[in-house]
């Protein structure tokens, strides 16, 4: 089944302890993208991969890295999280030709708290 | 730069009553538009999606969306809504630089029995 995978779904964290969240994807899709969703501020692009050690900066990278070493992986990482890192964040990934017309695939989510 | 606007934050309607719900969007040149369906607890669905041609775009789920360039509007519509429809709603819209996609702020859709 093509799918795009989440770990932990789940995660509440202390300010400053540094964490990861995975993802991973079967499709064997270049582009691969990170969001975090607010309520009333929709989804923000946090960073995105076109393609294995190509990486670049979204709308909201403060606070956060990204590696992409692998084509079918693409890790978030906080190194220091903070309360306003708070959220629900989604891994996302599609094929590359054509990001901005092709449909987006999207993992399950991670809610994340950082008290 | 591209952005999409989605004015409703919340809707609710009856089962079996039709549904509009409100896209507009800024884009210098022909955009490509789409909707997502986010059912609690899961991530985002592709309903449908626009590129160019026919303007009235159907979708999965019975859904569809109409194209209007005058009023730079993508509404999505349902004749008659099924309690499953119960979900948050997001339009987005893409063509940006680094073909970016840019998502609304979303609609929550409640539905009453």
């Known amino acids: 089944e093509a799918q795009v995978t989440q770990n932990p779904r789940y995660l509440i964290t202390v300010t400053g302890k540094k964490l990861t969240v995975t993802c991973s994807q079967n499709?064997?899709?270049?582009?691969m993208s990170w969001y975090r969703q607010d309520p009333g501020l929709g989804l923000r692009q946090i960073y995105y991969?076109?393609?294995?050690?190509?990486?670049d900066k979204g709308d909201v990278p403060e606070g956060y890295k990204v590696s992409r070493k692998e084509k079918r992986n693409f890790p978030l990482i906080l190194e220091s999280p903070s309360p306003n890192q708070t959220s629900l964040y989604f891994c996302?990934?599609?094929?590359?030709?054509?990001?901005?017309?092709?449909?987006?695939?999207f993992g399950p989510g991670t809610r994340l708290t950082v008290l | 730069a591209q952005s999409v606007t989605q004015p409703d934050i919340h809707i609710t309607v009856s089962e079996g009553a039709s549904l509009e719900l409100r896209c507009n969007y800024s884009?210098?040149?022909?955009?490509?538009l789409f909707w997502y369906v986010q059912s609690p607890g899961q991530g985002l669905q592709l309903l449908l999606k626009y590129f160019s041609g026919d303007t009235l775009v159907q979708g999965i789920k019975g859904f569809e969306a109409e194209f209007k360039r005058s009023q730079s509007s993508f509404n999505l519509r349902k004749p008659s809504v099924h309690w499953s429809d119960a979900a948050e709603y997001f339009c987005?819209?893409?063509?940006?630089?680094?073909?970016?996609?840019?998502f609304g702020t979303g609609t929550k859709l409640q539905v009453i029995p």
């Open positions: 884009y210098g040149a022909t955009p490509y």
């Open positions: 987005a819209v893409g063509g940006g630089g680094y073909q970016k996609v840019t």
């Open positions: 996302a990934s599609s094929l590359l030709a054509g990001v901005s017309y092709n449909e987006q695939f």
């Open positions: 499709m064997n899709h270049e582009y």
């Open positions: 991969s076109m393609n294995v050690e190509v990486t």
